[in-house]
């Protein structure tokens, strides 16, 4: 079995789920608008475009702020979700010590084999939201957000594959059935700005912040939202550090994903 093999076997798995689950592919492509739609209802509910500016400091506009925000919490869900909650998913379903005992180890299972997914569906959400962005910021402005925000899709892909194959890892090693990742997702995107800016933080908050590879995803993002040209510096210093922490958190997770295969066969937690 190649990798092209692992690449082509997510993305034909989703293609048939969908075919056969209407409603699911539905709800997939309503619910950005939903989550959109819910989150600015709530900001113009407490004040106006005005008193958000005034709030996060920054001249950005509100709808393209939050559009931004929608997509990278939504892309960041599916990361953890898929990679590091899909040990859960083979444990329930009793597939795990196959996945264990396959050619390749288990985070380059997780990870060749969702990649495809998510580049597909996350662009797909993001065309969604295309005609709000011309809207918003006319043609070139708005075609021109779409490719900042393409652009934090794909960066800040790659440090939080490794990120969330950390967490894969421990859910590997423990017998516990309980799903962690109902209650660290909702936690980790908080702490990672999705609904405030991060550097609005208490200092605590703002440390934890920091090592989140999320956190600077946002930011990226939000970068098509500010009023006037976005700055250059800015998003090569972010770029920079989101290619940083792909070298270490996909190391780092090779080498835990690793023990934790060792650990796992050794003490029968699969």
């Known amino acids: 079995?190649?990798?092209?093999?692992?690449?082509?076997?997510?993305?034909?798995?989703?293609?048939?789920?969908?075919?056969?689950?209407?409603?699911?592919?539905?709800?997939?492509?309503?619910?950005?608008?939903?989550?959109?739609?819910?989150?600015?209802?709530?900001?113009?509910?407490?004040g106006s475009a005005e008193t958000f500016k005034s709030n996060v400091g920054v001249e950005a506009d509100p709808?393209?702020?939050?559009?931004?925000?929608?997509?990278?919490?939504?892309?960041?869900?599916?990361?953890?979700?898929e990679v590091g909650g899909t040990v859960l998913f083979h444990r329930w379903t009793g597939t795990l010590p196959y996945m264990l005992i396959a050619p390749y180890r288990i985070s380059v299972t997780l990870v060749m084999s969702y990649i495809p997914r998510y580049l597909l569906w996350s662009f797909m959400q993001l065309a969604e939201f295309v005609p709000v962005l011309i809207?918003?910021?006319?043609?070139v402005g708005g075609l021109a957000d779409a490719l900042v925000m393409g652009l934090a899709i794909v960066i800040g892909m790659l440090p939080l594959l490794g990120f969330a194959a950390i967490f894969g890892s421990f859910l590997l090693t423990i017998k516990e059935e309980t799903n962690v990742l109902s209650w660290l997702n909702p936690i980790v995107l908080i702490l990672s700005g999705a609904f405030y800016p991060a550097y609005l933080f208490p200092l605590w908050a703002r440390f934890l912040s920091m090592i989140l590879p999320t956190t600077y995803t946002f930011e990226l993002a939000r970068i098509s939202s500010l009023l006037g040209a976005p700055k250059l510096a800015e998003m090569t210093f972010l770029i920079a550090v989101l290619l940083g922490m792909s070298i270490f958190y996909n190391a780092l997770s090779f080498t835990l994903m690793g023990k934790a295969e060792k650990k796992a066969l050794k003490s029968g937690a699969v």
């Open 1 to 46: 079995m190649g990798l092209w093999t692992l690449l082509k076997s997510g993305l034909i798995l989703d293609i048939y789920f969908f075919k056969n689950n209407r409603a699911q592919l539905v709800s997939m492509f309503a619910w950005p608008y939903i989550l959109l739609v819910l989150m600015l209802g709530m900001g113009f509910l407490f």
């Open 63 to 81: 709808v393209v702020f939050f559009v931004a925000s929608t997509l990278i919490a939504m892309a960041s869900m599916s990361v953890m979700w």
């Open 135 to 139: 809207w918003r910021e006319g043609l």
